[in-house]
């Protein structure tokens, strides 16, 4: 495929990884503790751990799965955006003050409290799997179309970004990562606007042509209202939104260790506003985008190769349109958000490493410098495998789907079992059992029953597949409940528990 990739748009490429590996080495170079290490000396303003928060949300795949999906149906998945500022108050009131008020750097430590150590050897199992998938799937995906659209090969690209993030993790830690994640951010701000607004200049009648085109094909629409639960509606993706973001703002160890690297309370709470409120605006421009992508190659449907995915039609319009400089700067962009993410999951794995397997099971008693050493091997360690997961990828396509799947798996039990020791005072270890024996065999049904040729059609999953964590994760809070319920007083919780209601 011909592109116009030039002198200028890979010098713009090369200052993006220069900038970003010199701040991430010399801003978290200084942090040689495991308190610097995993919480950045809990010293951060607001708005630099918001905007992290913000890098945390957008990875590779918004940005390059929003436009596709905006050009190819219409404004429907933007309903999840819209339940962020109810998640994000939800979590300012009682989640941000129940992890600042603990401490623990482990986002599962207090689940051990509540239920026994079988339930934080859960959770954290199951988040590790998640991020490891998560990353390998986030450089598959930013790697493939810029691998078709400029020739080269997927599997240095993939190298070179694995590499490049997992070498600042290392060296500097959250610091480095919160940092880094800033100016990755800003960059892929700064690249969606341009596009945006170069786009609407593009089109032969401007702003009235892409009104016009987008209003005869429905492509503002929000989805249907229509009480159906086996639709992509507004409903489904509304609750389905709630979910996810409770997820990502409660149990997910990713945004547990930004609340702690804000210098104060009311920095960390500044911090969680801005993050989840920016994102609201800020994917409403990504669907702008594959709306205008839409209109302007109905506009010109010869300068879209035929059989072109609806994933890729960016990216191409991104290295066959674009003037040079800023084709360099919306790739940027694309690596900005993969690595964002990537350094993200690697300083959080390896804090739950340290957390919960090393200090928890081998070693109790190691002291700061143990510690810290462990760090550095998990994030390396961490930082090969999920680049391996990545590559491997390039010749098991498949697994997407099966990651996708688990992940999901993983989140929903852990979600509801968070859930029902945050708001059922006397759950005990029994009620915890109960519910995630009977949610995660739902969610695997749920996740998986399509798939299952042997079962009968009347036996397989009727919902929509974003109900599947929403009805996973309800099962375990409500049958834990229930268990509570019919056990009377039963079990008292362990003793010494922070319970979460008290903070």
């Known amino acids: 495929m011909p592109t116009h990739f030039t002198?200028?748009?890979?010098?713009?490429?090369?200052?993006?990884?220069?900038?970003?590996?010199?701040?991430?080495?010399?801003?978290?170079?200084?942090?040689?503790?495991?308190?610097?290490?995993?919480?950045?000396?809990?010293?951060?303003?607001?708005?630099?751990?918001?905007?992290?928060?913000?890098?945390?949300?957008?990875s590779s795949i918004s940005f390059l799965g929003v436009p596709g999906k905006a050009?190819?149906?219409?404004?429907?998945?933007?309903?999840?955006s819209l339940a962020i500022p109810l998640?994000?108050?939800?979590?300012?009131?009682?989640?941000?003050?129940?992890?600042?008020?603990?401490?623990?750097?482990?986002?599962?430590?207090?689940?051990?409290?509540?239920?026994?150590?079988?339930?934080?050897?859960?959770?954290?199992?199951?988040?590790?799997?998640?991020?490891?998938?998560?990353?390998?799937?986030?450089?598959?995906?930013m790697a493939l179309p810029l691998s078709v659209l400029l020739g080269w090969d997927i599997r240095w690209i993939i190298l070179v970004t694995g590499i490049s993030v997992t070498l600042y993790t290392y060296v500097g830690g959250l610091v480095?990562?919160?940092?880094?994640?800033?100016?990755?951010?800003?960059?892929?701000?700064?690249?969606?606007?341009?596009?945006?607004?170069?786009?609407?200049?593009?089109?032969?009648?401007?702003?009235?042509?892409?009104m016009q085109v987008a209003g005869a094909h429905d492509k503002w629409s929000l989805g249907s209202f229509?009480?159906?639960?086996?639709q992509s509606t507004f409903w489904v993706v509304l609750v389905y939104g709630l979910v996810i973001n409770l997820q990502n703002f409660g149990i997910d160890q990713n945004y547990v260790q930004r609340y702690l690297a804000a210098k104060s309370d009311r920095e960390a709470r500044k911090s969680l506003w801005l993050g989840g409120l920016l994102y609201v605006p800020l994917s409403a421009i990504f669907f702008f985008i594959g709306t205008a992508l839409f209109a302007y190659y109905a506009a010109h449907p010869d300068r879209l190769p035929a059989g072109t995915a609806p994933d890729a039609v960016?990216?191409?319009?991104?290295?066959?349109?674009?003037?040079?400089?800023?084709?360099?700067?919306?790739?940027?962009?694309?690596?900005?958000?993969?690595?964002?993410?990537?350094?993200?999951?690697?300083?959080?794995?390896?804090?739950?490493?340290?957390?919960?397997?090393?200090?928890?099971?081998?070693?109790?008693?190691?002291?700061?410098?143990?510690?810290?050493?462990?760090?550095?091997?998990?994030?390396?360690?961490?930082?090969?495998?999920?680049?391996?997961?990545?590559?491997?990828?390039?010749?098991?396509?498949?697994?997407?789907?099966?990651?996708?799947?688990?992940?999901?798996?993983?989140?929903?039990?852990?979600?509801?079992?968070?859930?029902?020791?945050?708001?059922?005072?006397?759950?005990?270890?029994?009620?915890?059992?109960?519910?995630?024996?009977?949610g995660v065999p739902l969610i695997v049904w749920l996740a998986l029953s399509r798939k299952w040729t042997w079962l009968a059609e009347s036996l397989r999953n009727p919902f929509h597949d974003n109900l599947t964590i929403v009805f996973g994760t309800a099962a375990v809070v409500l049958v834990g409940f229930g268990a509570v319920v019919l056990a009377g007083r039963g079990e008292r919780p362990t003793a010494n528990t922070q319970h979460p209601t008290s903070t």
């Not at 026994?116 to 199951?126: E, F, I, K």
């Not at 229509?226 to 086996?230: E, H, M, V």
């Not at 962009?333 to 957390?355: D, G, K, R, Y």
């Open 226 to 230: 229509a009480p159906d639960l086996g």
């Open 87 to 141: 998640a994000t108050w939800i979590a300012v009131r009682w989640f941000l003050p129940f992890y600042r008020t603990g401490g623990h750097i482990s986002a599962y430590q207090h689940l051990e409290e509540r239920f026994g150590p079988w339930a934080r050897v859960y959770a954290s199992t199951c988040y590790l799997l998640t991020q490891l998938a998560r990353m390998g799937t986030v450089m598959y995906l």
């Open 176 to 210: 480095a990562v919160i940092w880094t994640d800033a100016i990755q951010t800003v960059i892929l701000i700064i690249g969606a606007l341009v596009c945006a607004i170069l786009m609407v200049t593009l089109l032969p009648g401007g702003w009235g042509e892409l």
């Open 314 to 438: 960016f990216p191409w319009f991104i290295v066959s349109v674009l003037p040079p400089g800023v084709t360099g700067l919306l790739i940027a962009a694309i690596f900005a958000a993969a690595m964002s993410t990537v350094s993200t999951s690697l300083n959080s794995s390896a804090t739950i490493l340290m957390a919960d397997v090393y200090r928890r099971f081998i070693a109790p008693q190691a002291d700061d410098a143990r510690a810290l050493r462990m760090l550095h091997i998990t994030t390396f360690v961490w930082g090969v495998l999920g680049t391996g997961v990545a590559l491997a990828m390039i010749h098991a396509k498949s697994a997407l789907d099966v990651w996708w799947n688990l992940a999901g798996i993983f989140g929903g039990g852990t979600l509801g079992l968070f859930l029902l020791g945050f708001a059922a005072r006397r759950a005990t270890r029994g009620a915890a059992l109960a519910g995630v024996g009977v």
């Open 71 to 80: 050009f190819a149906t219409n404004w429907n998945a933007y309903v999840f």
């Open 7 to 58: 002198a200028l748009d890979s010098a713009v490429l090369i200052g993006y990884f220069v900038v970003t590996l010199a701040a991430g080495f010399l801003i978290g170079r200084g942090h040689r503790s495991v308190e610097g290490y995993t919480a950045a000396g809990r010293s951060l303003p607001g708005w630099l751990t918001g905007l992290s928060i913000l890098g945390t949300y957008v």
